[in-house]
């Protein structure tokens, strides 16, 4: 309640607190406890964890979604964006992506950028995510496939070079407004997708 005191807008507010609540309701199935007897903890970067729990967990919510990826093993991290018009996404890259990044967006045609840019931040999101690491992680000291139809990839991890081999990058479009990412920290992955309980 109090990280959701943060939020200025009434919406955000109330889509923190329900993401969180359906969160517990689910990890409660997988575990078979009640949901208030889970119990989190953070890391030093903020990602949070279940104390005394193998299983592995992150969230991402956007707008009116939210994305919960789960694993009994493996590190993971996941981002979902709503893609919305805003017009100084290069500004934005420019600051924060790469610079063959930047240049790779800048020479998509305009009708691609948009998508382009949110392809790019929700896997580098996602990475950084998994890594449990945050900003630690600079989003220009590693790079990822961003022109949409391409093959989705980590390409190169400058910070931590060995990182590309062992963290596999998956991307996907819950709905066509919106465009997610999954890190995940095993080339032995096998995804399912759920919507509420619903297998797609």
Not at 31 to 51: A, C, D, M, R, T
Not at 74 to 95: H, M, P, S
Not at 115 to 125: A, L, M, P, Q, V
Request: a positive charge; hydrophobic letters at 40%.
């Amino acid at each position: 309640m109090a990280r959701a005191e943060r939020f200025y807008f009434n919406m955000h507010h109330n889509n923190y607190i329900a993401a969180r609540g359906q969160m517990r309701k689910i990890l409660d199935k997988y575990l078979q406890i009640e949901n208030h007897k889970l119990v989190f903890s953070y890391n030093e970067f903020g990602k949070p964890y279940l104390e005394n729990e193998l299983l592995q967990f992150n969230l991402s919510h956007s707008h009116n979604l939210a994305l919960l990826a789960i694993n009994l093993q493996y590190e993971l991290g996941v981002d979902i964006e709503y893609i919305y018009r805003k017009t100084n996404l290069l500004q934005i890259a420019k600051r924060f992506f790469s610079t063959n990044e930047y240049n790779e967006l800048k020479s998509l045609p305009t009708d691609l950028q948009r998508k382009g840019f949110f392809n790019c931040w929700t896997r580098k999101e996602s990475y950084i995510k998994a890594r449990g690491k945050g900003l630690g992680i600079p989003l220009s000291k590693f790079e990822v496939s961003l022109k949409p139809g391409d093959s989705v990839l980590l390409k190169c991890t400058r910070h931590d070079p060995a990182a590309v081999k062992n963290w596999m990058l998956y991307a996907f479009d819950p709905h066509p407004d919106y465009t997610a990412a999954l890190t995940i920290n095993t080339e032995e992955t096998q995804l399912i997708f759920w919507d509420g309980s619903v297998i797609l």
